[in-house]
């Protein structure tokens, strides 16, 4: 949780009497926003914070939502630490290559993504997503939370190109099964349930088939941990090399591995029509 630039202010206060007045609408924009714009984090991860009566307003504990506020006017502080007036946004595409993480915060000090990205703005950025040690590709960093949310969430649908090479020849049983979905497992089981359930359904387009290798392109609208590896494992085929290249209409190009450039005007305007429509 970033912490630069805030003010201590105490222990959160634990009063309510004047929570209702956040309950009115025409304040300003939700809680989660005001908190994911000013770079706290993600808004499903704010939205939590808010719930689990880390957030004040006003000196009121708001721990229930919807809630809205005015950040120009309130004084809205996390765990007793006043939050940042909101930044200018910053869009950056980066060619994130193998062995570095998309992390910001690394207990075994690997290489991060934003430690490649050395902006003039100073603005402490976030990955829209993530792309494990081993794989390589596009990655959006981004202090805009509400753009992140909608990119990375299920329910907006926005997808994701991975360019994939696997070991064996994919034979066309296999990709009919990866494009209806597959069962995965999850870490944890919910209750009644079992622990995992079936991927959503994908597309997929083989650009070479050899005996010994198969490239080709897939197109998920959901990012699970380790999704494409695991797919591709459930039917058969280890991966050897994963690259994304793709995000909504966003295509990585004009990079080398390591190296990042901000979104063009056109990019940027086309990636938020996409997350706003869903995909």
């Known amino acids: 949780m970033p912490s630069e630039g805030w003010k201590t202010t105490g222990k959160p206060s634990r009063k309510r009497g004047g929570e209702h007045e956040f309950t009115d609408s025409d304040r300003g924009p939700r809680l989660q926003k005001v908190l994911a714009e000013a770079g706290v984090g993600s808004r499903r991860a704010c939205e939590e914070l808010i719930e689990s009566g880390e957030v004040t307003v006003n000196g009121h504990l708001v721990d229930r939502l919807p809630a809205w506020v005015d950040p120009h006017e309130d004084h809205i502080a996390v765990r007793g630490k006043?939050?940042?007036?909101?930044?200018?946004?910053v869009y950056i595409m980066l060619f994130k290559p193998r062995g570095v993480v998309c992390t910001n915060e690394?207990?075994?000090?690997?290489?991060?993504?934003i430690d490649l990205v050395n902006h003039p703005a100073r603005t402490r950025?976030?990955?829209?997503?993530?792309?494990?040690?081993?794989?390589?590709?596009?990655?959006?960093?981004?202090?805009?939370?509400?753009?992140?949310?909608?990119?990375?969430?299920?329910?907006?649908?926005?997808?994701?190109t991975y360019e994939v090479t696997v070991e064996g020849s994919?034979?066309?049983d296999a990709v009919r099964k990866l494009e209806a979905g597959v069962f995965l497992s999850d870490?944890?089981?919910?209750k009644g349930r079992k622990p995992g359930r079936k991927t959503s359904r994908s597309?997929?387009?083989?650009?070479?088939?050899?005996?010994?290798?198969?490239?080709?392109?897939?197109?998920?609208?959901?990012?699970r941990n380790r999704q494409v590896r695991r797919m591709l494992l459930d039917v058969g085929h280890k991966v050897k090399k994963l690259r994304r290249v793709q995000m909504g209409p966003l295509k990585l190009k004009g990079l080398k591995p390591g190296q990042w450039r901000e979104l063009l005007p056109k990019e940027l305007e086309a990636l938020k029509k996409a997350a706003a429509k869903g995909g």
């Open 170 to 172: 994919l034979d066309e």
């Open 82 to 89: 006043a939050i940042r007036r909101a930044e200018p946004h």
């Open 203 to 223: 597309r997929l387009k083989l650009l070479r088939r050899e005996r010994d290798r198969t490239k080709l392109l897939m197109e998920l609208r959901e990012g």
């Open 106 to 113: 690394d207990p075994e000090g690997r290489k991060r993504a």
């Open 187 to 190: 870490r944890r089981a919910t």
């Open 125 to 160: 950025l976030y990955s829209v997503g993530r792309l494990d040690l081993d794989s390589s590709g596009l990655l959006l960093l981004t202090n805009d939370g509400e753009l992140a949310n909608r990119l990375t969430h299920p329910r907006f649908g926005v997808h994701k």
